[in-house]
């Protein structure tokens, strides 16, 4: 406990409680914020984007871990 305080959800009094799940939205309000990210990009900051998709059939990974050491991440073609 943190400072003697139960943070448990259900002993959270709230005047209104949240009854929504915010982590998932639309598609359309996905692409709309896809499009302010991408006019933002090219008109605001007049700067081109260039994204490194990591390959990940071509990456070699630890059984165990699922993590990659530096040099073996393959990345497939850069998309502008």
Sequence with gaps: ML?????KPE???RKN???RNNMFFSK???????NLAREYMEQDMN???I????DL???KVNDVY??????DIAFKTPVE
Excluded at 28 to 34: A, G, L, Q, R, T
């Design 3 to 7: 400072l003697g305080m139960n943070l």
């Design 11 to 13: 002993n959270i009094k």
């Design 17 to 19: 409680p949240i009854s």
């Design 28 to 34: 359309e309000s996905y692409d709309f914020e896809v």
């Design 47 to 49: 700067q081109t984007l």
């Design 51 to 54: 994204l490194f998709q990591v």
């Design 57 to 59: 059939e071509k990456t």
């Design 66 to 71: 699922k993590e990659s050491e530096k040099g």
